[in-house]
């Protein structure tokens, strides 16, 4: 089978089921349920107002500590989550409740958006074409909103931030003139974006498959056809509970997102909901498409019969009229006549015209 | 295939998916993502009030700020949208929002509407039957609502309103007494109006496609039909979100929306409406005739395994028999008889005629 | 095909779509869109209090002016639409917006109520058994209830109301003491009811389809099957709309239905909602049948492969043993024993009842 | 076809369709439009209080007038409704709206409650399994609630009200101490648990179908298939408007229900979406059956096109070449060689092998 | 048919129904209705502070009674429902209402959540695999929630609970420090845990069946995929309700619920959701399994065809061929030409050519 999702069974298991690794532990406790457990925890942080920012790669969690409340916007961005010590510490420093702690490390969770009043945290699926290899990587990133600082939890090193780090360092656009709200919005776009990308490779994947089966209907496409499904189950699975969670930041309710942003915030839903329409679009035509197809193979079907029907019909019959003759009775007049070849050629010609006419008029050939 | 949108392959890509085109751009950014690169852009301009009326066709940004607040009704129309820089200015001139103006330029906007407090922003998707080819030509076309006026987007020159600029021109009905909010009513209810165009076009193919496949199903309809539900598809991704936006107009809860605008308005809806519920029934009707079509090929293979298999248990026995008294053997007492030769035909014609019976009981023929 | 609505094809598309007819006009111009273009506009009035009852069959717009406010309760009925200046005069005699007006004439509304402060309007659509051909007429049929008067609408003459006519002429029950809310209460319980005679009917030839089915399944069947299927697609269209307009009605909130009339109208709410189930479980029945029509087709298939199969390979081989012996090698020492052809008999006998015994235990016949 | 619920074609035409009957009668006007117009109208009293029961069981309307207000409870229970007059005296003896009585002869209602202020009015379907044949009987029940008495109409006699009326006569549980509203709570729970009993029914027939199709799929499992679907249908009409009525009693707004039957109204709800839940379920467990039907037809097909694929290519070319040796040319070196015969049957064998060799390959046996 | 529930069909039945068991018995009556009627009733009780607990295996309810307002935490567990009288007394010391109890014998509730007042009453279904067998146990337990103690009925030993006890005894994590309410929490934790190993158990099925169907459909694998969909329709039927009822602790409306345990319901709550995503998700993926299997068993159906088709068409012809020079006709001249056996052959082997082009361009092969 075509694997679009580039990922063994056994991780397809994992990204649709969670729940079960944390089993036998006390809820609250911390421990990565994901794949990547040999990635190292890299912290890097950049910390901007609207003319300075510095940046910091292998920062560590003291220093980290510092940026709160110190006036300009920080990011912080932590890459490998099989280190829970280190993220309990960040977790104490900003305060953060161990339920969330666990459901950052616990990889398979639900899209979903919660208000803890210091703090907002947000938990979306990060889903981008791997430059490698076209393959689709899938992993969950978690988002931590303070006053003037987001953290971002991500499963491993590479993600779809390049150009909003680079607006940054830049200064291009409004990015560094707003707050810690504003690159929220900016990163959860980058990530609603990409979903785009994906649909966008969905889509020509499903155009070629329709051009293959106009042309000719095999049962490779019908394997292409089940994986393009499976991979919308997937998305749709991701963006479904993203649009919800994506409408509590856009009401806006919490004192976290300011006015200013909310405009922005209108824009990502809608993009999400576009999401979610050309996803159900595309359920829509793959399901067009395997009716086509089950249709021409039903009408190839009927095909291959209806010649089989008359070659058979009409050969068949003229067989037995030859076994006739081939007969060694000692008493068949007609073997003795002398037209009898003749006569025997002309009936058969008979039969065979007066069928094909039978057949024609039934519109079968 | 039929390709009923008029459209290649890759446009019809766009159409579905959008987003793509501006990624790593900061959000605001003005990029025009349409297809029309080519199109100049042109301002042409409609001041009037219930006595008097001026008509400009080449107009320019600083004479359009003019008729801002000048007491007269003004309709600004801007065809071609790749000139960034004309519309950026048009969007300081009237305090357009960034957001709403990179909207504009991105042409594959779900359709909604925004009440941005001074000005109402309209995106619909705007379709009609291009009168040169018959096809179906697809736009997104964008509207201002301030108090006194009302600035239209398209991506390229022709348009669906003819009609309403006749009656602005000779005064006919209501229209040069009412304000700005009753042209976009106008220019909204001719864009409705031509979806019930295509529907009607639509709705002939739909019946022409029922007719022939009473007649004769091949695989040409199957195609045919795909294509038609591809089309209500796209239709229908258009049309539900309008239902929303025109909603939002129809509640009239902006005060640029007036009392009396207000029962057209509801017109308005209720024919989204009617849009809505012909799609859908189009749909379920489509599904209908896709049950009928793969049900009467069913038939047909049935029809034609009954010939098959009526010829093949009839003949095959017979020749059998004729098999064996053509065998050689020296001792088949049979061969020497008198009336073998009657006797064999005898039994052949009541075996015939047993199972001739035997397939009319079971309704075969 | 069976036509069960009794119109032609492209009735039909006028009837699933409206709009087009009276494109290029301004909202609120009067333009029929009907088909009863020929029928002459007629007025007849019904002015009724507790004892007494006068009927005017030609009336005039004039003397129709003369029963408003006259104390006595109005039935002002106007069949025929295509004369506007009339129907424009009874407008402006009754104070009838002009959007309301062109929704009357408009004959292909979707069935909405609207209350206009003055009087109530409501669309619905009117379908009845033709007592002379058995088909199924539908049209738009239009209430304006005021005070103390209701003006209905009709395209042509002839509807479902002569029961009522009769009540009221013969003053039976309580008609002719209530108001014109009640008189509207009694013509929509007419319609009303008038669906289920037509769904009574569709009952009945879903139930011969069925048992027709059960005999012998064929391809009128499917024919039949599928008008069925549209038909009640048409009701369904018709009668949903009409749910939520009666819907509004029971609710009451006009002061010009009275609270005695209230309990008459849940009870009409009630019946609309029967006919909703009933077609929604009609619909559910239809695709039952079909699914059962589609197994027994496949039924049949296999049948007719599996007598096919079983005779052909039990008779194939034993052509081809035959064929052997009918070769003419000189050297086949078979073709001289004394015994072959018994053997050669018993062989084929053994062979024959092998197969059988294999078909028996595949359980093929 | 299996009729499971025990009713002509005609009568189920009546259970799904209503309102015809009453066609061209004033509203309000009571005719009894069921199918038991021979039963005899009987009324059966039931006059109770916590340590007294009396109980008539061939009462006038006028003692049941003495009940009226008498301190304790009574149930007033009717069977056979055609005798109009009785009925409309007793209406006018409580004080029925005659819309209610119209309601309460007109015996498809749709399951309803009705807070008519100093009563309610409660119609729902009793569907029971008929002692005597295993049949489903189904008939409408109406109920009209006072402060102190409950009168219960049913079409015939023969109910599931025997336990109640049991527990009734011997005091048992709390119900003699309990007022008319947990006599209605009773009766009602009599009828929801008869709905277990038959649902019960339905899955024992599912799974005995189920089974049977493990075995052998065959046509008569397609009818009883059918059959059960249908019969779910009707059950699922009765109980979805049944909720609806059940969950108005369960929200106690009318004063006629007391605090302390809460409980059991509440636990009287969660019944009623217990039965809808299981008949969803057996929906789609019967629809999960039809597509396993389906799926061994399939494979059946195949496999027996499978088998005549295998024998007729395996054969049909032996025979050709035996029918070559069979030709009569006096020129054919091959037929005078002395190991022809011997090679033939070499090259029949290795022809075969390697036909065998390529479909096991197949994996066709 | 693999039975995945482990459970025999009147089980299932049982199951899946409920409500008959107790007919013609009072409502409030406690009758046992489930399976494990041999199971002896045993009461295990834990009492627990911060840094106390005390463990009884065998307890009695008069000692149960004394844990009532002790200031500690009590968890008073009771395996085993058939002694009704013992479970009386139960109810009586913690004053449960007779309803209450009934549903707690009642053992096919759906689940669902009672706030008492006092006490809150929780029904869950409880679905594990069974360690000894690989089945799944399914039963229903309920909880009575009460300031300070949580009893919880079981219908027989063993359940998912063992984690917890050790927490508990151990006094690992928060457990020991919070109250009832988060024991509450701790116990559904465990058993919506469980939900999601089952899931995992069965999506590792699926994906089982997917990669056996890639390399050969037959029918074993239908049956397999038709356990599965009946296996989700079981956990669905337990999971949505359950959602309702998690629902109702999480919006915690009760005052017996503490703020502290809000955080961890909510988490509760997710993992429901989650649940039900992953269940409608498996759902999907095994509708698209059964598309693909029909599609694959079609194009198998169509492979076959082809091969039978190019056999018969190419042989029959030439076996026809054959048979009329293997009659005995005296007046044939070719029989007796010199080169009519290689001529023959070459006009044979010229129709096979043709032939085989022909199907080549068909793409039969």
Redesign the interface.
């Known amino acids: ?1 075509h694997n679009p999702l580039n990922i063994s ?1 056994g991780r ?2 994992r990204l ?5 690794a ?8 911390m421990v990565y349920t994901g794949e990547q457990t040999a990635e190292p925890l890299r912290i890097t942080s950049l910390d901007y107002a609207a003319d300075t920012i510095a940046e910091e790669n292998d920062d560590s969690v003291e220093s980290c500590a510092l940026l709160k409340g110190s006036g300009s916007v920080s990011w912080i961005n932590i890459t490998g989550l099989n280190d829970t010590a280190v993220i309990g510490k960040i977790g104490s420093v900003f305060g953060i ?1 161990p ?1 969330v702690l666990e ?1 950052i490390l616990h990889t398979a ?2 899209p ?1 958006l ?1 208000d803890m009043g210091d703090y907002l945290f947000l938990v979306v699926r990060m889903l981008f074409v791997e430059p490698e290899n076209g393959g689709i990587h899938s992993e969950q990133i978690s988002f931590i909103l303070t006053e003037d600082c987001l953290i971002s939890f991500q499963e491993r090193a590479g993600d779809v931030f390049d ?1 909003v780090r680079d ?1 940054l360092r830049k200064g ?4 560094r003139k707003m707050g810690a709200d504003y690159l929220l ?2 990163l959860m ?1 980058a990530i ?2 990409n979903y ?2 994906i ?2 490779k969905t ?2 994947q499903i ?1 070629d498959i ?2 293959a089966l ?1 042309e ?1 209907p ?2 490779l496409l ?2 292409e056809l ?1 994986a393009q ?2 991979e919308l ?1 997937y998305i749709r ?1 991701a963006i479904w ?1 993203l649009r919800e969670a994506v409408s509590g930041l856009e009401r806006g309710e919490s004192g976290l997102l300011s006015a200013k942003v909310g ?2 915030l ?2 990502l839903y ?2 999400t ?2 999401v979610i ?2 996803v159900e ?2 359920r ?2 793959l399901s ?1 498409v ?20 008359i ?3 009409i ?6 009229v ?20 003749p006569v ?1 050629w002309i009936v058969m010609v008979l039969i065979t015209t007066a069928m094909l006419f039978y057949f024609r008029r ?3 050939f």
């Open positions: 089978m069974n397809l298991k649709f089921i969670s729940g079960s944390k089993k036998d532990v006390p809820p609250g406790t409740h339920l459901d969770q639900r979903k919660e150009a607006r291009h656009g409004r990015i919005y900016a776009d609603v974006d785009f990308m649909l966008e889509g020509e155009e329709e051009e106009m000719n095999n049962s019908l394997n089940y499904k499976r189950l699975k509970p405009a922005y209108r824009d809608d993009h909901i576009q329409d050309t679009t595309f829509d035509m067009g395997q009716d086509l197809y089950l249709s021409s193979m039903g009408q190839k079907t009927n095909q291959v019969m209806q010649v089989l029907t070659i058979a019909t050969f068949i019959p003229l067989t037995f030859a076994g006739i003759y081939g007969m060694n009775f000692e008493h068949m007049p007609e073997l003795g006549w002398k037209y009898s070849y025997f039934k519109k079968w």
